[in-house]
């Protein structure tokens, strides 16, 4: 994902994006009571992704950063201590404004990142597809390579959080986006999955947890099937 | 070395390696009672060491790694907890099966691999051949590059665990064999180094040690002398 | 810089080395006391800095180091324990010989590495270049890149060790070698750093600090600047 759309309202900040090729789809939102100081008028902005992260890591982990819109430049101004860095903006007008469908999936899974972590790290070595199935008693992790390499991790429900498999489902998804979405979040958070049968996976995390007040965030993900297997 | 034959008989596993150009051969032993559970059947399995080593990797250091040959598909099916990874065997009849000749080498040498491994880092930046000489009273590891540099570590009898030199000795290597070896053990892992004028060294260490029960498997080392030196 | 040219007097030891393109200029003194052992006949010798890192990075951080000219050979040898490293000395003949001009600079700043550190990062992902400068109550860095990235640190008397600008200045420079220069030293270590208008700048720092007899030594950096301004 190379741009994304930041919007700003009165309760909180949201970033939406989408990959170029429209296979993944991600929504994340933090409320206002994730800052330390919230004072905005609703907006929103274009983000060039590669740039505001390398802003951000400029900040170290216990360092304030405040976010501010220049209006006059069209720029992002971010201030953390005595340092101020300013990125310009992108134009929101072309942008997508992706909306997460309502899908109804017939599977549920929750589960901790750990649990499939390294599953998908083997997998990583297979192939670069990934299928993901339910059955009433286990989640399943399937990848299948050339010659006899294949990896296969069953979850059964004494590793899962909760499993709600009414039907057994199974799709197949781009391994990398799966694996970006799942390693960009702490081993100890659980995954909502919802799947189907060549249908879409919807991951649900919660984000900016925080231990006296609970999580002040989520995260939204979506991915589209690949339905020509070979 | 990018294939090796394991084989398996009713006391242990032995893994066998000879580089593409026959300059050096490795044999690992791992006894019965290195294992957890041993249950074989006499066999043998052509082993991808690259992809062997990519499946191990999965495994984290006090993972319980089950491998279990599917002679339905000849893949070597590894079990790490609900992980399972399976990799295709390699043919081993047009394997060879290396024998570590029996040598009559006038010099035997014992010291630990963090003696040497210093002067191994220094050598790497002079040359890529490094000769290995004993003589009454020391033990030396001589690397000379182009122009003046040069590497020069001389170990008396107190760096070293043993010198039995009735003769001079001294051949030259390849740095990056011997080095390869000498790395792959830990610091304090003592090396049986064997040596004559022009001829291979053999190096034996001990493999699988336990605190309680001592070695429990063994690495032979057998590498071709470089005669023409220049 | 590719070569230095170390001067050994009877005081202690000097390495000067100019960058090819002479926008750079370092000097550094370690004296006598600096040493464990010291005992030199006035000489200098030609290194290569490259190859000089090598070999020192084959000691340890508690290692002793012991330097010695191999004066039949033409060679530097170096003694760490029991290992021996002999590299090449260049011809200084054709060296130049640069001497760090007096100049007289109306700003000086006195600030630690660490207070800048940040700035310099942030610069690096935004241009090539950086405009240090000066007024009456601030030391600032700023960093315009392309389209409306920039970086602005601006550093109060609070901030800084010292700040004596009886008139405003600003200056351009390298980022590449800016940042080399400061990076080089520990968080810490505080740079005596000497500005004027578009006029090179001045930085002074001390080496070999220890705790109980303070620095035995010091390096000097002079780089000029970038006038033409785009």
Redesign the interface.
């Known amino acids: 994902m190379d741009e994304a759309k930041l919007n700003v309202t009165e309760d909180g900040l949201q970033i939406k994006a989408v990959d170029p090729s429209h296979v993944a789809m991600i929504e994340t939102n933090l409320a206002k009571s994730a800052f330390d100081v919230f004072e905005a008028e609703p907006m929103e902005m274009g983000l060039d992704i590669d740039?505001f992260k390398?802003?951000l890591t400029?900040a170290?982990k216990t360092d304030m950063v405040e976010l501010e819109k220049d209006d006059d430049?069209?720029?992002l101004v971010v201030n953390?201590?005595?340092?101020?860095?300013?990125?310009?903006l992108l134009d929101t007008s072309g942008m997508p404004d992706p909306k997460v469908p309502s899908l109804d999936l017939p599977a549920s899974v929750s589960v901790a990142v750990g649990e499939i972590g390294?599953?998908i790290?083997?997998s990583k070595?297979?192939s670069d597809h990934i299928a993901l199935s339910t059955s009433k008693d286990s989640f399943r992790l399937v990848c299948e390579g050339d010659?006899?390499?294949?990896?296969?991790?069953?979850?059964?429900k004494e590793?899962l959080e909760k499993l709600d498999s009414s039907e057994d489902t199974t799709s197949l998804f781009s391994l990398e986006y799966f694996a970006l979405m799942v390693n960009s979040l702490p081993a100890d958070r659980i995954l909502h999955i919802n799947l189907g049968t060549d249908l879409p996976v919807k991951i649900d995390a919660d984000l900016a947890v925080d231990d006296m007040t609970g999580a002040q965030g989520n995260v939204k993900f979506l991915l589209a099937p690949r339905i020509d297997r070979d």
Chains 1, 2, 3 share one sequence.
């Open positions: 740039k390398t802003v400029v170290g430049l069209n720029r953390i201590g005595n340092l101020t860095r300013a990125m310009p390294q599953g790290k083997a070595t297979v010659n006899q390499n294949s990896v296969d991790l069953s979850l059964g590793q």
